[in-house]
């Protein structure tokens, strides 16, 4: 199966600082099918990007993603105080649909 | 509006087999594309996808849990049902279900998930 690493595991920043987040796939994502999520405590994980760069419906644009083979990114270009969450990438090129262990974005 | 809803028991006995429904509406499992998946998250825990089921029937499953789970669907009732034998305390996580994401400019769908249910909690604890 494709595993996915993120990194960093934490991000401590300030909002409207820039994030930038990382996904790294053990092989190559077929087609950029990726994808990714955050997620609040107590709610389900909202789809932010898709297709590597596509976002999604309502997703504002502060959010972008970037990225092909095995190296991928999401950016947030000017933190919200509602961005900060758990981001989550998956990618879904290859069966099992593999997700990411998560990068933590806190307020500093 | 697409909305899904998963429903099921909150406890089960190690061994014993769950059988979580996930009700949705606004969109129909008849329709080409269609599709929607079983996602579950331990407490604290990663996010790991379980199995998806597709408007024609095919179906895939995650490896690790696939001599345990059955993916059904009824386009009738506008439900999925997830089955999983032989529950054991580490199965202990919300289950959610999702639907596949459909690109607005193609109209083509992908296996990402763009809404969600709300999750059911599943504690497996004799």
């Known amino acids: 199966e494709n595993v996915l690493t993120q990194s960093p595991g934490t991000l401590s920043l300030s909002p409207g600082e820039r994030a930038t987040l990382s996904c790294r796939a053990s092989?190559?994502?077929?087609?950029?099918?990726l994808a990714w999520y955050h997620q609040k405590p107590g709610q389900a994980p909202r789809l932010l990007i898709y297709?590597?760069?596509s976002r999604a419906t309502g997703i504002p644009d502060r959010f972008s993603g970037s990225g092909s083979g095995t190296d991928f990114t999401l950016t947030i270009s000017r933190l919200e105080p509602e961005d900060f969450a758990v981001y989550y990438c998956q990618q879904y090129g290859s069966s099992p649909w593999t997700f990411g262990q998560g990068t933590k974005v806190e307020i500093k | 509006q697409i909305t899904l809803k998963e429903s099921g028991p909150t406890l089960v006995k190690p061994t014993q087999t769950l059988t979580l429904t996930c009700t949705f509406s606004?969109?129909?499992?008849?329709?080409?594309?269609?599709?929607v998946g079983w996602i579950r998250q331990p407490p604290g825990k990663a996010l790991e996808w379980l199995a998806l089921?597709?408007?024609?029937?095919?179906?895939r499953y995650s490896p690790s849990l696939k001599s345990r789970v059955t993916i059904t669907k009824d386009p009738s009732k506008n439900q999925v049902v997830l089955t999983m034998s032989n529950m054991d305390p580490v199965d202990t996580a919300t289950y959610y279900c999702?639907?596949?994401?459909?690109?607005?400019?193609?109209?083509?769908?992908?296996?990402?998930?763009?809404?969600w249910g709300q999750g059911t909690m599943v504690t497996v604890s004799s």
């Open positions: 999702a639907h596949r994401v459909r690109d607005i400019a193609s109209g083509i769908y992908y296996s990402a998930f763009d809404v």
């Open positions: 606004g969109v129909s499992l008849s329709t080409t594309g269609v599709g």
């Open positions: 297709g590597a760069s």
């Open positions: 092989q190559s994502v077929s087609s950029t099918y």
């Open positions: 089921i597709y408007w024609d029937d095919d179906k």
